[in-house]
């Protein structure tokens, strides 16, 4: 198993940027496939990213490619979420979540991901 915890969230006025960090426990972190999803209260989980174990293949969202950039540290046991020109409906709950070992494909769907932190709020203001 792994344990995930997120960090970074925060306030900031649109047009500005953010950082997530999800740090995950255990000495196999570089065998779990990475996400990022974010939740509105009264909303479904919504898909925000995703990375490959080695780091090479990402997956976005179409609404968040070109401002969104996943990436890994397998050394250091990290996966980061940089935010750039947020916008106001990016304000949600971000979870870090990891697919069960030895998937090797990014995934969309919330339902491949066994392992989720406990989320970290991002406000962005107009």
């Known amino acids: 198993q792994v344990q995930l915890v997120e960090s970074g969230g925060g306030l900031v006025q649109a047009g500005g940027s953010l950082r997530l960090s999800c740090a995950a426990s255990?000495?196999?972190?570089?065998?779990?496939?990475m996400g990022w999803f974010r939740q509105v209260p009264g909303k479904t989980r919504e898909f925000v990213a995703a990375?490959?174990?080695?780091?090479?293949?990402?997956l976005y969202a179409d609404s968040m490619k070109g401002r969104f950039t996943i990436s890994r540290d397998n050394a250091k046991n990290t996966v980061l979420l940089q935010m750039n020109s947020l916008k106001p409906e990016d304000t949600a709950v971000y979870y870090c979540?990891?697919?069960?070992?030895?998937?090797?494909?990014?995934?969309?769907?919330?339902?491949?991901?066994?392992?989720w932190g406990q989320g970290t709020q991002v406000t962005v203001s107009s």
């Open positions: 255990g000495r196999t972190f570089s065998r779990y496939v």
């Open positions: 979540a990891a697919r069960p070992q030895n998937y090797y494909s990014t995934s969309y769907s919330e339902r491949d991901y066994s392992y």
């Open positions: 990375i490959s174990r080695d780091g090479t293949s990402t």
